[in-house]
């Protein structure tokens, strides 16, 4: 009788052990975990303040855009600005929304890092994000419909090119127009970032 008693305490014993085995594994597997997922965070964080300083520019660059040439008669004086045509405008107040939205992104990038399993702020930034994209693709893309014809004209309308003339103002506008695309592949990257973060959830 002592034999079976001694013969299931080791059995209790070594399935104890087990478990606890078992359990600083699972532990171990959080901690890696919350760890990449806290990375991603902060990944996240950086590509924003990234995106932030290419709208900027963007936006800046191309509400600065204006060149007047040094000859003018009494009637007539040859200026190109940004404000002269409404898809460039719509550029300028596209890329301050980004760049707006982006600023106000931020806390909620920070919560992923200090609270790296937190689903709601990822979810949040994924469809905002998606959102922010369309506006500044449709941005950027209608700005280098513009710049193209600036550069290149249309001989089937009898539009001319300009940047022979106004060489600074389309230097300043082709400028932007690579800032918004920037923009847009940082974009990308965050609601990629995003979708794999919730993927691990």
């Not at 509400?63 to 000859?71: M, V, Y």
């Not at 898809?87 to 920070?110: D, E, W």
């Not at 959102?131 to 009898?158: D, F, H, M, R, S």
Request: charged letters at 15%.
């Amino acid at each position: 009788m002592m034999k079976s008693s001694d013969h299931s305490s080791i059995n209790v014993a070594e399935s104890s052990g087990v478990e606890k085995g078992k359990g600083s594994l699972i532990a171990t597997s959080r901690e890696q975990k919350k760890g990449f997922k806290k990375g991603l965070g902060i990944l996240d964080f950086l590509l924003r303040l990234g995106a932030i300083i290419s709208t900027i520019a963007a936006a800046a660059t191309m509400g600065t855009s204006d060149e007047t040439l040094p000859f003018f008669s009494q009637f007539f004086q040859f200026e190109a600005s940004y404000d002269d045509l409404p898809t460039l405008m719509f550029f300028v107040i596209a890329m301050a929304l980004v760049g707006a939205y982006l600023v106000l992104s931020l806390p909620f990038s920070l919560v992923t890092i200090v609270r790296p399993h937190a689903v709601a702020p990822r979810l949040l930034l994924f469809i905002l994000d998606t959102v922010v994209l369309t506006l500044a693709t449709a941005a950027g893309a209608a700005a280098e419909a513009i710049v193209y014809l600036a550069q290149n004209g249309n001989p089937n309308t009898n539009w001319l090119s300009i940047c022979d003339q106004f060489g600074d103002f389309c230097q300043g506008v082709s400028g932007a127009v690579v800032a918004s695309f920037f923009t847009v592949l940082v974009l990308m990257s965050l609601i990629l970032l995003s979708a794999f973060a919730l993927k691990k959830h």
